[in-house]
């Protein structure tokens, strides 16, 4: 049964009523993060509760050493974990000396939690009832500045309703603070300094082993019904802590108001021994804007980023909040301003997968990048795996691989390869075919060919040679086979000629072959600097194509479709619709030999590399192969149901394609996998706009032009979205009755609509 206490809401995420069955949920869900940094929706006041406190920065993390039974050779040393950073956001706050806690509160009433999505801040608000009787409203309001982006800020009132009260309000910083996953229970953090100056203190920290160094600082200024009070603090400081404390009378109904200001400048952007006077710079700027002034910059910059962003749809109101909390915590995410970052598949809203870079990134969220944002910002995400080409070299040789062959990591924060479960550390090398074809979908998109000669080929020929390597001739079959992998249905591993994988593995030599030709011809000082560079020779560009043009892959004469792997019909083929309920998901339900030995679908493999080459097969190729693998599907991956979606709406499914848009689109919101407490599925959510803008709105790039097949779901009055196809910035109205193509920016361009050609022009 999935939760359902999420309130419908178009701009909003709101919460009614509290539970503190759901308070870990809600901290996934409510999260805020500005790119620089992020947070799970933790209470300000103490909560004695069960919880999952993280507050996180960009870039900074932990090599945790790999912790096995038994040791492989080529085994990641470590497993990176993203870091539970020293908190800034605590706020104490005791009523005539007792704690304010709603965990053991006598009642809690009108609680309210809100993510406003249209202007990025979140707001709770409710009535506690103490052990004492005394009762008070509070209202609370945080945010993190995306204009100011190592700061966030703090409103919380308490108003006292039925006595006269006097308030505490203890604004501290921790660095005592711990991740909830660690191998062998590491100390994280050292704690350097406790400082304090003028009300303003700083915590300077830096991380075991990476030694990023961080300064985690606060400022806090307090109000007595609007008006400003200077109240002297006492000071409380321990090795790993410090806190203001702030006491205050006040009378029945008056409000007594905190605005704390907080936040981590980094050694990543700053001098180690210059934090301190960097975050004293960043209060200052805050300080001279206040709360209120730095909450109406926060509206405008998110105002800016809805303005391209936002997908529009009349009629459903579940479907409208669900593609805009998809958008919105993207954006919270990933801003595209440093070529040094990437995209975690939790974001900054958890700790599960090590919040490092996975092949999601160019799969899934470079194309919703390209389309709302400056075709620099999709640059930059190729730029961070050009970045990495030697290491993923480094990766390849620690496997046995030669001559510049190059395996990308399966999850990475510097291109090492840092995760350590072997099926996936050792077989899902598919990978490396995403990131060529990112490489591919970025020039088809933009028309920018400039980056392959200047980065990309050598990230192509190190792919290439991964390949040529990787297939093994089977003089069984006279054909290449690739033996020993997984596929990204992650329920079949360990087994040979993963039809994905035989097909990316195949394009990519081509691919790369492709270009070598291009660039020789075209860009010729390139092609000299790249083949002195690589070494690539005639005789080895003859044997890549031979095996490219001699690989296998398994098919069923019998049901006409590719297999997705040697043996898939020796399985037992029950359906989903056939597997008992009480048994999903499986993932929670079975042994992980049963999974193993079972028909069921994480995702689809062979979908997925339809929905890459959707142009090499037929409609009628991929409605077959639809219908026999999607029946086996069990949806749970966060990163299956988008590509149904867009598949089921090209075969003209609508309700189908609806009701795969509606789980990839409210995954977490409605917790579709039982698992949100441990965070979001942000790179999935770059799947829910696809889902959309390429399923619904039918958006393709056909022979090097843009072309739409709009659709709508009958729950649906209309829809719209905006493009930045090459400059041209073009908005997409469909209702039931006609699309409509407005040009807001550039100059006229040819489209193709239902496979005719229209020119958009500015009216």
């Excluded at 005791?94 to 509160?105: H, K, M, S, V």
């Excluded at 898939?568 to 998901?585: C, G, H």
Aim: aromatic residues 14%.
């Amino acid at each position: 049964m999935n939760q359902e206490y999420i309130q419908p809401n178009a701009w909003s995420i709101i919460e009614e009523g509290f539970d503190p069955e759901k308070v870990k949920s809600s901290e996934s869900l409510f999260s805020i993060g500005n790119g620089a940094m992020g947070q799970r929706a933790n209470f300000e006041e103490d909560y004695s509760g069960a919880t999952f406190q993280g507050s996180y920065i960009a870039g900074v993390y932990y090599p945790d050493k790999t912790k096995v039974g038994w040791w492989k050779n080529g085994y990641p040393e470590y497993f990176a974990k993203v870091l539970n950073a020293p908190s800034w956001i605590g706020i104490n706050v005791a009523i005539n000396g007792e704690q304010l806690d709603l965990f053991t509160c006598e009642k809690v009433d009108n609680f309210k939690r809100e993510l406003n999505m249209k202007e990025g801040w979140l707001s709770r608000n409710f009535k506690a009832t103490l052990k004492s009787g005394i009762e008070v409203q509070v209202d609370i309001k945080r945010f993190l500045s995306l204009e100011l982006d190592e700061v966030g800020a703090i409103s919380y009132t308490v108003t006292p309703l039925n006595n006269d009260v006097t308030i505490l309000f203890e604004p501290y910083l921790d660095s005592g603070i711990t991740n909830e996953d660690s191998n062998w229970d590491d100390t994280f953090w050292n704690t350097t300094t406790v400082t304090e100056n003028d009300e303003q203190a700083f915590i300077e920290a830096h991380t075991m082993k990476t030694n990023f160094h961080t300064c985690t600082f606060m400022e806090s200024h307090f109000f007595l019904n609007n008006n400003s009070l200077n109240i002297k603090p006492v000071i409380r400081k321990k090795p790993q802590f410090i806190a203001f404390m702030y006491e205050q009378d006040v009378k029945q109904n008056e409000t007594f108001t905190i605005h704390k200001f907080g936040g981590y400048t980094v050694d990543r952007n700053h001098s180690a021994d210059k934090l301190v006077s960097a975050a004293k710079n960043v209060l200052a700027k805050t300080e001279a804007l206040g709360f209120n002034n730095l909450l109406n910059t926060q509206k405008e910059s998110w105002a800016k980023i809805w303005e391209m962003a936002d997908i529009s749809i009349d009629g459903d109101v579940k479907a409208q909040q669900g593609i805009r909390f998809n958008i919105f915590q993207l954006n919270q995410t990933y801003l595209g301003k440093d070529s040094r970052l990437n995209i975690g598949p939790k974001g900054f809203t958890g700790e599960k997968y090590g919040g490092s870079t996975y092949w999601d990134t160019e799969a899934y969220c470079i194309p919703f990048y390209m389309a709302t944002k400056d075709q620099q910002v999709a640059r930059n995400l190729l730029k961070y795996r050009y970045n990495h080409l030697e290491k993923a070299i480094e990766n390849a040789e620690k496997l046995g691989f030669k001559n510049g062959a190059a395996l990308y990591p399966m999850v990475t924060m510097n291109g090492e390869e840092c995760h350590n479960e072997w099926e996936i550390t050792f077989e899902e090398i598919h990978r490396n075919g995403a990131i060529a074809f990112a490489i591919f979908n970025y020039y088809r998109y933009t028309g920018d060919y400039s980056y392959i000669p200047e980065k990309g080929l050598e990230v192509l020929i190190g792919i290439a040679r991964f390949w040529e390597q990787r297939a093994t001739f089977s003089t069984a079959k006279n054909k290449y086979v690739i033996l020993g992998v997984t596929g990204p249905n992650e329920y079949e591993n360990n087994v040979n000629n993963n039809f994905y994988t035989n097909y990316l593995a195949k394009w990519c030599i081509n691919y790369a072959l492709e270009n070598i030709n291009k660039v020789s011809k075209e860009f010729t000082a390139d092609y000299d600097r790249i083949t002195h560079k690589t070494n690539i020779s005639t005789s080895e560009l003859e044997q890549w194509k031979k095996v490219a043009d001699n690989m296998y892959f398994p098919f069923s004469k019998e049901h006409d479709i590719y297999l997705q792997q040697d043996g898939f019909l020796d399985k037992e083929l029950i359906t989903v619709a056939n597997l008992d309920k009480s048994q999903r998901p499986i993932n929670q339900k079975w042994s992980w030999d049963r999974i193993l030995r079972s028909p069921y679908i994480k995702q689809a493999d062979v979908l997925q590399g339809m929905y890459f080459f959707e142009d090499q097969f037929t409609t009628e190729e991929l409605e077959r192969h639809f219908d026999f693998y999607e029946p086996f599907t069990v949806h749970e991956s966060s990163l299956s149901p988008c590509v149904h979606s867009i598949q089921a709406a090209k075969l003209d499914r609508m309700e189908q394609a609806y009701q795969f848009y509606l789980r990839t689109s409210r995954l977490d919101l409605d917790d579709y996998n039982h698992e949100v407490e441990e965070g979001l599925h942000i790179t999935s959510m770059a799947g829910t706009w696809m889902s959309i803008v390429e399923g619904f709105g039918g958006m393709r790039i056909t022979e090097n032009t843009l072309s739409f097949e709009p659709k709508i779901p009958e729950q649906w009055k209309s829809y719209s979205f905006k493009v930045n196809f090459r400059n041209h910035i073009i908005k997409v109205n469909t209702s039931h009755n006609e699309t409509t193509f407005e040009l807001l920016e550039g100059n006229s361009i040819d489209i193709m609509v239902n496979d005719k050609p229209v020119t958009v022009s500015i009216k």
